[in-house]
């Protein structure tokens, strides 16, 4: 069965987030080597747009900003690298970017921020292989790109020892330990843990919270697993309220943590199901949802303010959460915890069709469908002449899906072959014609289910719990410990 999932990584995304700043930057740039036309993305943070275009080599813009800030600039246009980087930016404050070529992440910064001086020091002992990424990026060598990124992040790590602990370092630093999340065998983790305790011994009053979410990714917590005792986390609603992670589960009700970020497009593509899916599931199911945004940033996001369920932040950039939680550095991430408080499964990413899928698990046999939430068993039916299984597989209208005529069950150490299907063709491709949800927004649509039964040989003994298995071929799938009655 074809599976569509949708992941963004951590800062990888930019899209035009609401924003109610009302002071401002400003950013200038000339190079005399720019086309007209080219487009001019900035924005704070991870969230950004389009905000000039360039002529006679020259582009300025204003971002709203209310405090000191971490911003990025990218230039899109012909001979421009597909790159950004960062600025520091400031209310009423005024950054020049001179350069003769269009590699203008190597461009002179001129700025009076202390902190972009800083980033400035970073670029400098960095500059050449920089531009020698630049150039493997646009090559589109993958076979050099991660050797000469690991040489990028050993430089960096190099400078930031002889830098002042400042907003710009600590981003630096940030930015290099989030990447233990992910890369278990990072090769300079002592590096990186001795210069942790520099920057602990020299850091001004201010940085306590940067501080200790960076110590988390150096020094991990064990992440939970399915099957393990959920743990709770202090975190805070919009108001400044005060609550508990597992607070929604003292009523018998999952809990689904939702944990996502104002610049990932796949979080936002799934509000629409999640919304309609917790709208009719408010008696068995709670959703908390967990921001991974400054706090600034969180608050002032309009989609942030349109979300209907527990929309909460730890102040931590979500990490109290995802370190405990999460096995991968990518939103949208979500974790089922059941009634009791157990993990029931976790996953990255976002596919049309899940959370009807979990919904219609949370209803029916108990079951481990986390490897396609969409695909799920809604009823069986076990006696000596057979096994029937009967299915509903939710996806995107118009998507196609096909089961396996070799699919099996296990149970008693032994297969059980699949012998007829009803309602659908097996190793063809289908479709889903029944609606179950429209979307008004265009990326979702119309939401689609089938139903369908699978009929199996008998099984010896009626066990209390099999497999389902869509075949031995690639991609195939399982739906594991189905329970046979309630």
């Avoid at 950054?95 to 461009?107: F, M, Q, R």
């Avoid at 408010?282 to 969180?298: F, R, T």
């Avoid at 299907?421 to 119309?446: Q, R, S």
Wanted: with cysteine; aromatic share 10%.
């Amino acid at each position: 069965m074809n599976k569509q999932i949708i992941i963004a990584p951590l800062l990888a995304l930019i899209t035009l987030a609401g924003q109610a700043q009302t002071k401002t930057a400003t950013v200038t740039g000339y190079s005399p080597a720019l086309k007209d036309g080219t487009l001019v993305l900035a924005g704070i943070g991870i969230s950004g747009s389009v905000v000039d275009t360039v002529q006679s080599g020259r582009f300025a813009f204003t971002l709203p900003v209310e405090e000191l800030s971490s911003g990025f600039l990218s230039l899109v246009g012909e001979g421009c690298p597909n790159f950004s980087f960062s600025l520091m930016m400031k209310p009423d404050v005024t950054i020049k970017l001179t350069g003769t070529d269009c590699i203008y992440p190597l461009w002179k910064v001129e700025s009076p921020i202390p902190e972009q001086q800083t980033l400035n020091r970073v670029t400098e002992h960095c500059r050449d292989v920089i531009k020698e990424l630049i150039q493997i990026v646009e090559n589109r060598d993958r076979v050099k790109l991660d050797s000469i990124s690991m040489e990028l992040t050993k430089q960096q790590m190099d400078i930031l020892s002889s830098l002042p602990v400042d907003a710009a370092s600590l981003n630096v630093l940030w930015r290099i330990s989030r990447m233990l999340i992910n890369m278990k065998d990072f090769p300079y983790v002592e590096q990186l843990k001795d210069l942790e305790k520099s920057f602990l011994a020299r850091a001004p009053k201010g940085f306590e919270a940067e501080l200790a979410e960076i110590h988390t990714y150096i020094y991990p917590p064990q992440v939970l697993q399915v099957g393990d005792k959920a743990v709770d986390a202090e975190l805070f609603d919009m108001q400044g309220n005060t609550h508990h992670l597992l607070e929604g589960m003292t009523d018998g009700r999952y809990l689904l943590l939702d944990l996502w970020g104002i610049g990932c497009g796949p979080c936002r593509m799934a509000e629409p199901e999640m919304r309609e899916v917790y709208e009719r599931m408010k008696d068995k199911l709670e959703i908390v949802g967990i921001n991974e945004d400054k706090i600034s940033s969180w608050k002032n996001s309009d989609f942030s303010k349109r979300i209907v369920w527990k929309n909460w932040n730890d102040g931590k950039m979500g990490s109290s959460i995802s370190s405990r939680y999460c096995d991968e550095g990518a939103v949208p991430y979500y974790v089922l915890i059941s009634p009791e408080g157990r993990i029931l499964w976790k996953t990255v990413g976002y596919g049309i069709g899940w959370f009807f899928g979990m919904a219609e698990a949370i209803n029916g046999p108990k079951q481990d469908n986390s490897s396609n939430l969409g695909f799920v068993v809604r009823h069986i039916e076990a006696n000596a002449d057979c096994t029937k299984v009967s299915f509903r597989y939710y996806t995107k209208k118009d998507y196609k899906f096909s089961i396996a005529k070799d699919s099996y069950l296990t149970a008693n150490g032994k297969k059980y072959k699949l012998t007829s299907a009803d309602a659908i063709k097996l190793d063809v491709d289908n479709y889903p014609e029944v609606n179950a949800f429209t979307a008004k927004e265009e990326y979702i649509g119309a939401i689609n289910y089938t139903d369908f039964t699978l009929t199996f040989e008998p099984f010896d003994t009626i066990p209390a719990t099999f497999d389902f298995k869509e075949g031995d071929g690639e991609g195939a799938f399982v739906i594991r410990n189905i329970t046979i009655g309630k």
